[in-house]
């Protein structure tokens, strides 16, 4: 795995579930994701950040009809990433990976279910109150050299 920056550190995902509530499914989820975004991505596990929500399947549409009038579920994952941290064949890997994982899970899954993973600006983008890009410049300053 290529060498990365600190800027490589601070994915931020949402995930919407198709169904009710259901906490084991969440908890669940959101470890194989993490998982996912530690060894596909070399992300840092005590970064990650997983919102999940739930959507019921009579308010989740495909092609105008519901997820209940299908008798599918689905999935929506975003990933927010420092842009030029992840090569295109990672990123690739990381899509295929998780919807094949999040398939398994939830069951039933339509195809339509979409992954994102957003590059974000490095400039435009940190946690703790400081850019990433800040954080970048900070470590080549450090660094000896």
Known sequence: MPARHETAAMPHLNLQISGPADS????RASAAIADLTVDVLGKRRELIAIEVRFVERAHWFVGGRSLDELGRNSFFLDISITDETNTKDEKARFI??????????IGEVHE???????DARAAAYGYGGATQEHRYQAARIAAPG
């Open 24 to 27: 084991e499914l969440a908890r």
């Open 112 to 118: 339509v279910s979409y992954i994102h993973v957003v």
């Open 96 to 105: 295929e990976q998780a919807y094949a994982r999040l398939s398994a899970l």
